[in-house]
């Protein structure tokens, strides 16, 4: 009799269509069976969300200090440039016909040089000794020098120099910005005529100060020094057109027995580093996201073990296998959706919120440039979600095939 009841009803027609259970049926019934259980439920998805929040949280904290590293090793126009040395400066010499021979190879835009010379720096009762460079203002601007008060060199005025914060301390004055404009004597050591060494004393107004707190460093006109026959330049930097001819260009100047180095040789350095730091962070984000997975196999397994009634029942009633298998998939996709969902927009909002308190902070220490520790991109995000979404098709494979194996009448028989 109860049989032909459950036979005979039409409406079961609405529940189950041909035997399988509507979409959007199977999607109410997943609802429903996981708010049934709230408290669980609500634990289950915190446990995803912390999961996979610590993923995002961190490898978004890697690629902002990778990205913040690499805006301060290397400038936005240095990427395109090669750094030149002599290997044997005495033999192998950086004069204008070497320089006049890089300037020709094609693709090759501007070349610029710098001498380096032991000086000394002189302001009133206070003297130092220092680092003397002889740049021009192209090559001053390609070493991406952090002013902190006044400006570059002007290539017309051979009586300008700029000075590092270092120098300015040394000298004994308080106030960096004070500097500015005043004059200063520096000495350095140079050939005359005969070959025979004598010491040239210039006077130099301070029109830019750097911040550097490594040693005393001064950058005057390389003309000032050339006019006092310094020919020979100790680095020279080529400018690229084109940064994909680095490497061709490189083996050029190479061949001529000059040592080549480039910005993308640290850069390449710096991504080594920062990707074997991002599979450290997945891995401390890797315990969190394992103790989710173990959570929600611990809710589906215990959901089946309370439903085994039910779904008995809906086995009588007519829902094929695979339609109890769909149902806890469905489960188990929404527990990591709403889970992998939450975490990125927790995980973006604490790193958006890292952002603007360190950005804070740095304003008032005097740091205006905007510095991003957390950057999280879109790829990062979806692929998140895609492995959320996987690690549920995973974690519901054994609870799923064992309801399928569940016995209707059995699970009928039981109180």
Partial sequence: MIEKNATDQKPKKDI????????KLLLRLAFKNLFFKRTRTILTVVGVVIGIGSIIFLISFGFGL??????????SQSVQTIDVTSPQSKILKLNQDAIDRMQSIDGVSTVTKTYTLAGKVKMQSSETETVLYGADKKYVDLTNLNFLHGKSLDDTKQDQTIVNSSLIKVLGLKNESDALNKKISISFEADDENGEKQIITNEFTIVGIFDSQSRAESFINSSVLESNNISDADNVKVVIIDKDNIKEIRDVIQSFGFTTASPLDTLDQINQVFTLLRFLLVGFGGIGMVIAVLGM???????????????????YLGARKQ??????????????????????????????????????????????????????SPQL???????????????????????????????????
Wanted: charged letters at 15%.
């Fill in 297 to 315: 196999f611990n809710t589906l397994t215990i959901s089946l073990l309370e439903r085994t009634r039910e779904i008995g029942l809906m086995i």
């Fill in 381 to 415: 995000v979806f692929i998140t979600l895609g492995l959320s979404l996987l690690l549920g098709l995973i974690v519901v494979y054994f609870p799923a095939r064992r309801s399928t194996q569940i016995d209707p009448i059995d699970a009928m028989s039981k109180e």
């Fill in 66 to 75: 990778q990205d913040l590293v690499s805006r301060q090793v290397i400038g």
């Fill in 323 to 376: 339609d109890i298998q769909r149902l806890f998939i469905v489960e188990s996709l929404l527990l990591a959706l709403f889970g992998g969902f939450f975490g990125v927009l927790g995980a973006v909002t604490l790193g958006s919120l890292c952002n603007i308190l360190l950005n804070q902070y740095a304003r008032g220490n005097g740091v205006q440039e905007n510095i991003k520790v957390f950057i999280v």
């Fill in 16 to 23: 189950l269509l041909g035997g399988v259970i509507k979409p």
